[in-house]
Structures are given as structure tokens and as C-alpha cells.
T-cell receptor, first 109, second 113 residues
Framework: SQQGEEDPQALSIQEGENATMNCSYKTSINNLQWYRQNSGRGLVHLILIRSNEREKHSGRLRVTLDTSKKSSSLLITASRAADTASYFC?????????FGTGTRLKVLA | DVKVTQSSRYLVKRTGEKVFLECVQDMDHENMFWYRQDPGLGLRLIYFSYDVKMKEKGDIPEGYSVSREKKERFSLILESASTNQTSMYLCASSLPRLESAQYFGPGTRLLVL
């Protein structure tokens, strides 16, 4: 069963703008991770946030986690054309990760 | 540089054929995973392995089996391919800790005719 659901399903922005993607999940988690997938390729790990953390930064990425609302957001600042990809959240409970359906981000030059 | 490789990028098979998809990782990871990815459904876990010769069913194991004879290699087997197994198959590996990132291979796009 899918646990993570990303919103929006698709997002199109201009280069230089910020992009925000949201993820909602259903049960308790140990941590939440975000991955990027370029067209037709494998996924690449971006950032992990633990259940006891509220915010985390990595370069142009900012992730927030609200365990009371069972939601997370990924903010990409000053987006570039190279950020065009699908972004997935993955939640970790016990022994496995559950991936959402992804947000397709298109950054227009 | 960490690496997960998959035996084929594209594969075309006929209904009823036995299909082998192989995955090799060079990071000495204990955990290995097989997912399939379909539009609108995201990634769904087929099987995973936490050690040599150990395997656990994921969310959609029907029609698939796996083999892990060596730590670095995890094979996915479609016993009798069917058209509804046409999909993108992704292999991943990770350390056994829950906070470990998963490292993915490039994927195999399988078409069953």
C-alpha cells in the first residue's frame, strides 16, 4: 500500500523561482527521505530527515517535517533547468521504505 | 564511487518466457531491493533481501521470485512473463540501518509481448 503521497503531481516553474513539493503519509515513521529521478533513470537520494527533526537544509534544498500532520515538504530554491526531474518521498517504518507516487518538476529556462 | 548496475537497460520478451533480471552492487551492502515502477503508481516493492540467501516478500511478489547467492548480487526472476509485468524494474541496495539511503541502479525497462 502506498504511504507517501506527493502533491502536486506536476509543477512547472521558471528558472530562478522556488519549487515546493509536499508529501503526506499515513502511519508513524522513523525517518523520511527525498529522492530525485531524472527521466528514465534510477533514483538518487537527496536528503533524510529524522522523525525528531523539524527542518533540515542541504545546499539549495530545505526539508520540513510535521509529524503531527504526517506531512513533509521539499523546497528547492533558485531552481535551475537541471532540477527538472521527478521527486519522491520515501518513509521508513520498520524494515522497508515506502515510496510515494512523485511530483514531476519542470524548470523552464 | 558507489555503484549499482543492472544487467540490461531494455528487454523485450514474449509471454510465457522465463526472465532473469540481475543486479550487482559494489558497496558491500547487506540489503538489496527490487521495485517496479509504473505511471501513477510510484515504486512498489517486489522483494527484498537482508542477507545472502535471505529474502522477504514485498507488496507485490506474485509472479516473481528472487535469488541471492552472493552478497553483491540479487536476481529477480519472472517465472512465466505476462503482459501485465511490462514495467520499469529498479534495483536498490542499502546498509541495514533504517536511516540508510537507498542506492539505485539505472533500471531495466521490460516489455512483454
Amino acid at each position: 500500500s502506498q504511504q507517501g503521497e506527493e502533491d502536486p503531481q506536476a509543477l512547472s516553474i521558471q528558472e530562478g523561482e522556488n519549487a515546493t513539493m509536499n508529501c503526506s503519509y499515513k502511519t508513524s515513521i522513523n525517518n523520511l527521505q527525498w529522492y530525485r529521478q531524472n527521466s528514465g533513470r534510477g533514483l538518487v537520494h537527496l536528503i533524510l530527515i529524522r522523525s525528531n527533526e523539524r527542518e533540515k537544509h542541504s545546499g539549495r534544498l530545505r526539508v520540513t517535517l510535521d509529524t503531527s500532520k504526517k506531512s513533509s515538504s521539499l523546497l528547492i530554491t533558485a531552481s535551475r533547468a537541471a532540477d527538472t526531474a521527478s521527486y519522491f518521498c520515501a518513509t521508513s517504518g520498520t524494515y522497508k521504505y515506502i515510496f510515494g507516487t512523485g511530483t514531476r518538476l519542470k524548470v523552464l529556462a | 564511487d558507489v555503484k549499482v548496475t543492472q544487467s540490461s537497460r531494455y528487454l523485450v520478451k514474449r509471454t510465457g518466457e522465463k526472465v532473469f533480471l540481475e543486479c550487482v552492487q559494489d558497496m558491500d551492502h547487506e540489503n538489496m531491493f527490487w521495485y517496479r515502477q509504473d505511471p501513477g503508481l510510484g515504486l512498489r516493492l517486489i522483494y527484498f533481501s537482508y542477507d545472502v540467501k535471505m529474502k522477504e516478500k514485498g507488496d507485490i511478489p506474485e509472479g516473481y521470485s528472487v535469488s541471492r547467492e552472493k552478497k553483491e548480487r540479487f536476481s529477480l526472476i519472472l517465472e512465466s512473463a505476462s503482459t501485465n509485468q511490462t514495467s520499469m524494474y529498479l534495483c536498490a541496495s542499502s546498509l541495514p540501518r533504517l536511516e540508510s539511503a537507498q542506492y539505485f541502479g539505472p533500471g531495466t525497462r521490460l516489455l512483454v509481448l
